[in-house]
């Protein structure tokens, strides 16, 4: 369907001058008004991420917003133009987790928010800095009181704005993979190359919490929390309405509420646990269906064997679908880990986010298992069953919806921020690169003009025809006039 653009220039002139007899402090106003960018992606296969394919389309950007998708667009002068014929167009990804050196600078320190559960005692080493549980959480601290957010909170100045670094180049690599927005503490961060204005797109919108067999007390002690609250909400709503007709009653007391528990019953954050053994998974399941909340699990490696129940609950799994962990010889259910653990899980309804086993960028570590490799990740899901729809999704919309930003990133839709990446093939195979990135209506990547993967399959010239006249960087083209000499028969 031919979409066509209407053409107010004149219209605007005409009112413009008219006005500016009549009040000449509103024609000067005028004046300073910021001239409007435009940016289109020209003729690309566009993954819309909401289950289109528009074969061949162009997408208008106008002030970093997306502004029209479909055929035969009519482009506003001035209108910067990336070429995407015999390519594709996906939304930009969204990554969980993500190290600081993306958006702190290259010397940064790189600090990774830990997945260690508060009043759990965990000797594991982490995985992403190779230090155990109690060289992690501060000696000083009382156990009790640990949280998830002690250690963002002290790693890194909570102010993105003023903290982002716009020259990174880990940034440049991250969206050299496709990567527009991360997630650093519980906050969503845009990658804006060169720009500093914005970044921060949201606030805490995960709040941790601890559920764990090996602590029965916590979970006596969170569930108890969960019951004070809920019952502080009945009264509450009980005496909205009661005060309405007398207005000497008392508001109920807040006293001995936790918090934190309100806002996650009230939908102002979520409550995220790490969990992956299946009768936590079941509990935690339980718990949500109870007091009707929507958990979010990080790991949730043995979910596949209570998908069904993770799924009545409205949960959010954040999986890592290369995780390999052996079934228990003490149990006679089913456990362990499987490659089809996302798959089953998003037939039961749950939203599956996915992350690589390391959330930083490695470069001296195993190949494929960092930051970089995330599109890789979600290809590993989809050799274990799942669908391609649901793969994409889980690197964009679905991480998008946890940090509380789908209504501006995630998917290519009229509205939303222009943040797309342009590839040149399926962006889940192993082979593809990402050619371009923009963010926010701006070419921020083109892979030819970068060190990191220019010399790697390079991108061939583009055809020009030599009757057609040239404009822009070409000057002139030659045309190399070729003689074929004839035979000696001939």
């Not at 133009?81 to 190290?99: C, E, F, K, N, Q």
């Not at 509420?257 to 995220?272: H, K, Q, S």
């Not at 064997?305 to 006679?332: K, N, W």
């Not at 690589?356 to 930051?371: F, K, V």
Request: charged fraction near 25%; include cysteine.
């Amino acid at each position: 369907m031919k979409t066509m653009k209407k053409q107010l220039i004149g219209g605007a002139l005409g009112l413009s001058l008219a006005l500016s007899f009549a009040a000449p402090s509103l024609a000067l106003l005028a004046d300073d008004h910021e001239e409007d960018s435009y940016l289109a992606i020209v003729g690309g296969d566009i993954f819309a991420g909401t289950g289109e394919v528009l074969r061949g389309a162009t997408l208008l950007s106008k002030n970093g917003k997306i502004e029209e998708i479909g055929y035969e667009l009519i482009l506003p002068d001035g209108c910067e133009t990336v070429d995407a014929h015999g390519m594709r167009v996906y939304p930009g990804l969204v990554a969980l987790s993500a190290t600081t050196r993306l958006t702190q600078g290259t010397f940064a320190a790189g600090v990774e928010i830990h997945d260690f559960v508060p009043h759990e005692e965990h000797s594991e080493i982490c995985g992403d800095c190779g230090k155990s549980f109690e060289e992690i959480v501060p000696p000083a601290l009382d156990p009790g009181e640990f949280s998830t957010e002690h250690l963002a909170t002290d790693a890194f100045r909570t102010d993105f704005d003023d903290s982002f670094d716009p020259f990174s180049g880990y940034m440049v690599m991250a969206l050299g993979n496709g990567i527009t927005t991360v997630q650093q503490s519980s906050a969503a961060v845009k990658l804006k190359r060169g720009d500093i204005s914005g970044v921060s797109l949201s606030e805490k919108t995960l709040t941790s919490q601890s559920w764990s067999g090996s602590n029965p007390a916590g979970k006596a002690d969170l569930r108890e929390k969960f019951r004070l609250a809920t019952e502080y909400l009945a009264d509450y709503r009980r005496w909205e309405e009661a005060v309405k007709s007398d207005k000497e009653l008392k508001e109920p007391s807040k006293k001995g509420i936790d918090g934190r528990i309100l806002d996650i019953l009230e939908g102002r954050t979520m409550a995220r646990f790490s969990a992956n053994e299946r009768a936590d998974l079941l509990g935690i399941a339980r718990l949500a269906q109870q007091f009707k909340f929507r958990p979010v699990i990080q790991g949730c490696v043995e979910g596949w064997t209570v998908a069904e129940e993770l799924g009545r609950a409205g949960a959010f799994a954040i999986v890592t679908p290369r995780t390999r962990r052996d079934r228990s010889e003490t149990t006679t259910h089913e456990g362990g880990s499987s490659i089809e653990n996302a798959a089953i899980l998003t037939r039961a309804g749950v939203q599956v986010a996915v992350v690589p086993a390391n959330t930083s960028i490695d470069m001296g570590g195993i190949s494929g298992r960092d930051l970089l490799s995330l599109p890789l990740e979600a290809g590993f899901a989809i050799r274990g069953g799942m669908d391609e729809r649901a793969a994409l999704e889980s690197i964009t919309v679905v991480p998008a919806r946890l940090l509380g930003i789908d209504h501006r990133v995630g998917t290519l839709e009229i509205g939303k921020d222009c943040d797309a990446l342009i590839t040149d093939g399926d962006l889940l195979h192993y082979q593809t690169f990402v050619q371009y990135t923009v963010v926010e209506g701006k070419l921020v990547y083109d892979k030819q003009e970068e060190v990191f993967y220019s010399h790697i399959r390079p991108r061939p010239e583009a055809a020009v025809d030599p009757g057609e006249e040239v404009s822009g960087e070409v000057e002139s083209v030659e045309v190399e006039e070729i003689v074929e000499e004839e035979s000696d028969e001939e």
